[in-house]
């Protein structure tokens, strides 16, 4: 068996009147991501870790920024996207555990659904999820409200040697 850990990690920075999508769910919180895409950092740093496991490069080189097909993108294509890419080279995931770092939006209740969309997208069930929220207690961007991240970090494993 053949496994590989991957790191992701992601920033967006926060402004009034954005949306804030995490985890492919639209919180309500009078701050969002400012982002190309539709600022789904949970998701981005997922698809770093998943990308980098394989050995894939990150999000930025299959999908640039600069490149239009993006604008708005709903982050979910983008992860499905990268999955279809791990498990064309025979891989699946073992497991998944990420934290956003956010002062607010307090994330407790949504997390359930977070982690119900993942195991969709990654084809995989639920326990092999887990989401964590922590405040940085004011300190930092994120303490200021200025921004958001995530660190996610990943096992894949292939049958193939």
Same mark, same amino acid.
């Given at each position: ?5 991957? =790191? ?6 926060? /402004? ?5 999508? @995490?985890?492919? +769910?639209?919180?309500? %919180? ?5 982002? %190309? ?6 998701? %981005? ?15 930025? !080189? %299959? ?6 097909? !993006? ?8 992860? #499905?996207?990268? !999955?279809k890419l791990i498990t064309k080279k025979g891989y699946s995931l073992?497991?998944?555990? #990420?934290?956003?770092?956010? =002062? ?5 209740e949504w997390i359930p659904q977070m982690e119900v969309i993942l #195991?969709?997208? @990654? ?9 964590? /929220?922590?405040?940085?207690?004011? @300190? ?7 921004? +958001?991240?995530? =660190? #996610?970090?990943? @096992? +894949? ?5």
């Amino acid at each position: 068996m053949n496994i590989r850990i991957g =790191q992701g990690y992601d920033v967006h920075r926060l /402004a009034a009147g954005e949306e804030l999508w @995490l985890g492919g +769910i639209l919180i309500p %919180h009078e701050k969002g991501t400012i982002a %190309h895409s539709d600022g789904d950092v949970l998701l %981005h740093a997922i698809c770093d870790a998943l990308l980098g496991a394989a050995g894939l490069r990150d999000i930025g !080189y %299959h999908f640039p920024d600069t490149d239009m097909v !993006y604008k708005s993108i709903d982050s979910k294509i983008l992860l #499905a996207k990268v !999955y279809k890419l791990i498990t064309k080279k025979g891989y699946s995931l073992v497991n998944l555990d #990420a934290t956003i770092t956010a =002062q607010r939006p307090k994330l407790k209740e949504w997390i359930p659904q977070m982690e119900v969309i993942l #195991a969709e997208i @990654l084809e995989c069930s639920v326990d092999r999820i887990n989401i964590k /929220a922590t405040t940085t207690e004011k @300190l930092g961007f994120e303490g200021r409200e200025e921004g +958001i991240s995530v =660190q #996610a970090v990943v @096992l +894949i494993e292939s049958k193939v040697k």
